[in-house]
């Protein structure tokens, strides 16, 4: 959603409240703040996030296929 959010994850203000379509239903006050990411971890570039604080560790769940990098030999395609 786009909004501000403060330190804290509280929605502030929602992006242009009256020409976004949103239902009537929708609270533009501040009631959809964010959600806190309970584990965060990287691989190669990509980040994965898990709002179960319980998750499997990625560099646990991935095992062995780290240490295949056979595609880090490809040659990098060039733009025309």
């Known amino acids: ?8 994850d ?5 992006k242009d ?4 379509d ?3 239903s929708f609270d ?8 806190k990411i309970a584990r965060l971890d990287s691989y ?12 499997t560790p990625l560099a646990t769940y991935l095992g062995e296929t780290t240490k295949d ?4 030999r490809r040659p990098v395609a060039r733009r025309p």
């Open 22 to 24: 949103y239902p009537d």
């Open 28 to 35: 533009k006050e501040g009631s959809h703040d964010l959600t």
């Open 44 to 55: 190669r570039g990509f980040l994965f996030g898990s709002l179960n604080p319980d998750v």
């Open 17 to 20: 409240p009256d020409g976004a």
């Open 10 to 14: 509280k929605l502030l203000k929602v």
């Open 69 to 72: 990098h056979r595609h880090d």
């Open 1 to 8: 959603m786009a909004g501000l959010s403060t330190i804290q």
